[in-house]
T-cell receptor, first 115, second 114 residues
Framework: AQSVAQPEDQVNVAEGNPLTVKCTYSVSGNPYLFWYVQYPNRGLQFLLKYITGDNLVKGSYGFEAEFNKSQTSFHLKKPSALVSDSALYFCAVRPNSGGYQKVTFGIGTKLQVIP | EPEVTQTPSHQVTQMGQEVILRCVPISNHLYFYWYRQILGQKVEFLVSFYNNEISEKSEIFDDQFSVERPDGSNFTLKIRSTKLEDSAMYFC????????????FGDGTRLSIL
């Protein structure tokens, strides 16, 4: 069974500072990894994905994530946080086979960027 | 950019009543999903649907739940006899052929069972 852990319920960071939202995963075989963001009363919005290749992937709004196979981690990062980045962030994993494969989400991390 | 649309945005229903949540997936997508998010909790997989049949379903998706693609554009989730614990946000998602592509999510239907 696949699973995702987001160890922090909330991350607080000052505007302009770098941010990291942590994620570790467990899946059979090679993973496809995703980050989604959820703003209040909205659905899940895709940020970025890791499929294969370069371990550092870049996504929307200046976010990036680093895939670390040995640590089974996929931490989300941004060099300089904005107040508008405040939202709920979900890490997700699915196996790399079968287009019907479900996505398993972490519990979510609330990011609060303080002006 | 094409979007997944869900209606209604908010549904209030008496316990024991049937409810149908509607979704219009992205037109060229072939895989369809329902997820739910109980307030303050994580997003949980309910069911996936491909080629007019269920591909996979979770333990949550019991006999009270059913899905249907009644025409070429809609994808519906029916809860036959709602319970208080069915109160949640229900998200529809669709995806194309390749599992390495992200699923696209609608904005959800907030279901409130009274």
């Amino acid at each position: 069974a696949q699973s995702v852990a987001q160890p922090e319920d909330q991350v607080n960071v000052a505007e302009g500072n770098p941010l990291t939202v942590k994620c570790t995963y467990s899946v059979s075989g090679n993973p496809y990894l995703f980050w989604y963001v959820q703003y209040p009363n909205r659905g899940l919005q895709f940020l970025l994905k890791y499929i294969t290749g370069d371990n550092l992937v870049k996504g929307s709004y200046g976010f990036e994530a680093e895939f670390n196979k040995s640590q089974t981690s996929f931490h989300l990062k941004k060099p300089s946080a904005l107040v508008s980045d405040s939202a709920l962030y979900f890490c997700a994993v699915r196996p790399n086979s079968g287009g019907y494969q479900k996505v398993t989400f972490g519990i979510g991390t609330k990011l609060q960027v303080i002006p | 950019e094409p979007e997944v649309t869900q209606t209604p945005s908010h549904q209030v229903t008496q316990m024991g009543q049937e409810v149908i949540l509607r979704c219009v997936p992205i037109s060229n997508h072939l895989y369809f999903y329902w997820y739910r998010q109980i307030l303050g909790q994580k997003v949980e997989f309910l069911v996936s649907f491909y080629n007019n049949e269920i591909s996979e379903k979770s333990e949550i998706f019991d006999d009270q739940f059913s899905v249907e693609r009644p025409d070429g554009s809609n994808f519906t989730l029916k809860i036959r006899s709602t319970k208080l614990e069915d109160s949640a946000m229900y998200f529809c998602a669709s995806g194309d052929t390749y599992s390495n592509q992200p699923q696209h999510f609608g904005d959800g239907t907030r279901l409130s069972i009274l």
